[in-house]
């Protein structure tokens, strides 16, 4: 199983186009989505985060239970809805965003819903939960408390510049979020944001010099992923296969990438690369193969089928 990934940030309500007349509701957000993937995978996961007190809410904490994810720090909040996004697909199944509630429970995590962390864990987050007070400073006090602990901080700042009230308090977070991670995980188009340098590889170096990062990985869509372990860049090709709805690829990369090093106990060595990196890209890639962001997260079952095809 593992050693525990904690998850903290938003659990949401995705509503995804089923045809020209309805929307199908499927559990959604990053962090909700990286849980999942690892309690599929068999590893040890469990949630941080707030949901309403209300019908989505239930239902979201409902799904993760079932899912083996340990929601005992997943709180009901009776004054806040939980999020709801509404998810648009264009012909290609990218996606885009709108976020209907605002501002949503998530939001208002707070330092008494952190857990006591353990060495050897890992926290992952991503930015949502940095766009406002009080999730911000809590955010930041569970990933100084997991460091403290003698844990691992993993960081994907999944950036929706729509969602900071405070546009100007984006860079400041991500910047402060960058130097306590040991693990990031960022789209090319993320780190050109935050690194405002348009050169892959120029960009890649740049962040690994201003931030004590242990691991850095830039997902390239169909072109695969560029891992920096700072020792040097490498480049893993994607796997091909035909995506039907590209919601939550990401998070599916991550989770495995999360079981993977849990697994581990500690980043890779050398000749470990290859095999962590294919089932975080064979995670993503099946994920992409029916809509929904949770709907076809892999089992281990399945990652092992995919990978010896």
């Known amino acids: ?22 929307y199908l509701k ?17 590893g040890d996961s469990a949630f941080i985060g707030r ?3 209300d019908g989505f809410g239930a239902f979201l904490q409902q799904v993760l239970s079932e899912e083996q994810v340990d929601i005992r720090h997943m709180t009901q909040d009776d004054k806040h809805h939980t999020s709801t996004v509404v998810v648009d697909l264009d012909l290609l199944g990218e996606r885009t965003f709108t976020f209907m509630v605002t501002p949503s429970a998530d939001l208002f995590l707070q330092p008494e819903d952190l857990p006591e962390f353990k060495a050897d864990e890992w926290l992952h987050v991503c930015s949502i939960a940095l766009s406002q007070e009080p999730s911000r400073s809590t955010t ?7 460091r403290a602990a003698g844990g691992w901080v993993s960081f994907d700042p999944n950036i929706r510049e729509d969602v900071w009230r405070q546009p100007e308090a984006l860079r400041p977070c991500l910047q402060k979020a960058l130097l306590l991670a040991h693990v990031v995980k960022i789209s090319q188009e993320e780190l050109s944001f935050i690194s405002n340098i348009g050169e892959l590889e120029s ?6 010099q201003r931030y004590p990062l242990r691991l850095l990985l830039v997902t390239l869509g ?16 994607a796997p ?3 995506p039907i709805d590209t919601t939550g690829a990401g998070d599916a990369f991550v989770a495995g990438l999360l079981a993977a090093l849990a697994q581990l106990g500690a980043l890779p060595e050398d000749e470990q690369w290859p095999e962590v990196i294919a089932q975080a890209q064979a995670c993503g890639a099946l994920a992409t ?17 995919f990978l010896q095809r």
């Open 289 to 305: 193969t029916a809509k929904g962001a949770m709907t076809a997260l892999p089992t281990a079952d399945e990652l092992q089928t």
């Open 51 to 53: 949901v309403g007190k």
């Open 26 to 42: 499927c559990p959604g957000g990053a962090p909700a989505n990286v849980a999942v993937g690892i309690a599929r995978l068999g």
């Open 240 to 242: 091909l296969i035909v």
């Open 203 to 208: 960009a890649i170096d740049w962040m690994m």
């Open 222 to 237: 169909g072109d695969g992923v560029c891992v920096h372990d700072g020792k040097r860049i490498r480049h893993f090709r």
């Open 1 to 22: 199983m593992g050693n525990r990934v904690w998850v903290l940030g938003d659990a949401v309500v995705d509503l995804v186009p089923e045809n020209s007349n309805s």
């Open 140 to 146: 930041f006090t569970a990933m100084e408390n997991i």
